[in-house]
């Protein structure tokens, strides 16, 4: 049976394990992330299907199972999944994405490396992606396809089926024309796009960012904009925006809608498993005693800033004396894939100035610093956020950052300090938070001295104000929104 919802995303939507034999597909250990949110959208559609990859050493393997059904506790749904050989993902993944258009993104120049990009093998996965969406699709149906490594998918797609409502969702940030157009496949990707229904982005300035590269490349022009701020508001974010781009119309009059809605988390989750863990915060709290505890978590990379706050961290242990013994830093910085060069220099920089500070400032009794390369934990990791004094997340780009949404729901208790990079989208919706630029070192010292300073009454006043925005635009929220403008795109196109 065809199906009225199907969802393009690079990852399979479950835990693919063999026992005994026997291929076993199993739901995806921790329900919170976009994986179980997407799921959860096939809840309201007649039919659902998943398109993801799947490696293979033989793509042209006769007993490879390209459609398998699934039945979960989200219902059952259809999964394709396209053999990719090992190279093929490499390419298409790791070189393609990572090294040429990850940075560009993230607005990193210097690190984009076009050289080893194979191009027509980025282009022969995305068309492999656009021919499973349009073989599951029925007729009218709403594809939504998720993110960068498959820009050339809804361009394939619309000639494949010119029926189907194809809404996309950018999950990085979106750079400005000047960094984008350094890309030289830039008019293949943005045509791509513009033949979508729907281009969905975290935050307005992404999609004014999208709009202008549009503009830069086609005939196109800017024709609806809404209100965000008026003019008397102060703007808070380096990311804030005074009006949002909702559409832009094509030389032939087609209309391409742009929508804003910022991923959230699964409050009830983590607050659900922040109740549970009574004991180890007892543990935690009583190995601390009487210090303070900041917390940074986030993954290896040129664009979380690590460096940039080990060093502030060092600077504050230099310039305030009276802080030596009574402050720690716990600092998870997680590779996410050891294999790309860049990532490990990060990695051995970040060691090495983490070994100097404990060094310098560490006793036999008090270390500064504990650095954690692997993964925690999700149960243990919300221990240390409701144990925490404060979150300290300064990337010098993100496109949103959900790490500092899941400290705000852990904290039941209503305190904490949030100390958060103006240069992450969350940064947009979390005004009260302290927001620092990373790329200035007065701003960073001086941001996380006020953290360390700032009294009970102002931390559980900023930490209300917080904890209702992220229950407001929870990730069940930002996934009703989305499929409402992709519901919205297909009653247009019927009428």
């Known amino acids: 049976m065809p199906s009225d919802l199907v969802i393009v995303y690079h990852r399979q939507p479950y835990e693919e394990v063999v026992e005994n034999g026997e291929t076993l597909y199993r739901e995806n250990k921790s329900p919170n992330g976009i994986v179980p949110t997407l799921k959860g959208l096939f809840g309201k559609a007649k039919k659902g299907s998943w398109v993801a990859w799947k490696e293979a050493e033989d793509p042209n393997d006769p007993g490879f199972e390209r459609v398998i059904e699934i039945e979960d506790s989200f219902g059952t749904y259809n999964v394709s999944r396209l053999p990719l050989t090992k190279e093929q993902v490499r390419s298409f993944y790791h070189v393609t994405s990572k090294e040429a258009f990850w940075p560009i993104l993230h607005s990193f120049k210097d690190r984009y490396n076009y050289d080893p990009v194979d191009w027509p093998t980025f282009r022969e996965v995305n068309w492999a992606f656009a021919e499973a969406a349009a073989n599951e699709a029925a007729e009218g149906a709403l594809v939504w396809v998720h993110d960068y490594n498959l820009w050339l998918v809804p361009g394939y797609l619309r000639k494949l089926r010119p029926d189907v409502t194809i809404s996309f969702f950018h999950h990085t940030p979106f750079p400005s024309a000047d960094m984008f157009n350094v890309l030289p496949w830039r008019e293949e990707i943005v045509s791509s796009l513009l033949s979508c229904d729907v281009v969905g982005f975290h935050i307005p300035r992404y999609a004014a960012n999208f709009a202008r590269v549009a503009q830069s490349l086609f005939d196109c022009e800017i024709s609806a904009r809404r209100r965000i701020k008026q003019s008397d508001q102060p703007i808070g974010s380096a990311l804030d925006e005074r009006s949002m781009f909702t559409e832009l119309t094509m030389e032939d009059g087609r209309k391409v809608a742009l929508s804003a809605s910022p991923v959230g988390i699964d409050v009830d989750y983590v607050r659900s498993k922040a109740e549970a863990v009574d004991g180890l915060v007892g543990e935690i709290k009583a190995d601390m005693g009487e210090q303070k505890l900041i917390l940074s ?108 949404k899941e ?63 992220i229950e407001k635009a929870d990730i069940k929220a930002w996934g009703d929104e989305q499929l409402s403008y992709g519901k919205k795109a297909v009653g247009a196109s019927a009428a």
């Open 407 to 469: 400290y705000i729901a852990a904290r039941v208790d209503g305190d904490g300090v949030v100390v958060l990079s103006e240069f992450a989208g969350a940064a947009v919706e979390l005004p009260s938070a302290i927001l620092t630029n990373p790329f200035s070192s007065r701003s960073m010292d001086v941001a996380i001295e006020q953290g360390l300073a700032m009294s009970e009454p102002e931390r559980r006043d900023r930490m209300k104000a917080m904890r209702e925005q």
């Open 297 to 404: 978590v986030s993954r290896t990379d040129y664009t979380k800033g690590g460096i940039e706050q080990l060093l502030a961290y060092e600077r504050l242990l230099q310039s305030r004396k009276d802080l030596i013994g009574k402050v720690r830093l716990m600092h998870v910085s997680v590779m996410a894939n050891r294999n790309m060069t860049a990532y490990a220099e990060i990695q051995a920089e970040v060691e090495q100035i983490a070994g100097r500070i404990n060094g310098t400032f560490g006793t036999l009794e008090w270390q500064p610093l504990a650095l954690i390369s692997q993964a925690v934990p999700f149960d243990k990791l919300v221990a240390y956020y409701r144990a925490a004094d404060i979150c300290w997340i300064t990337p010098l780009a993100d496109g949103m950052n959900l790490v500092c």
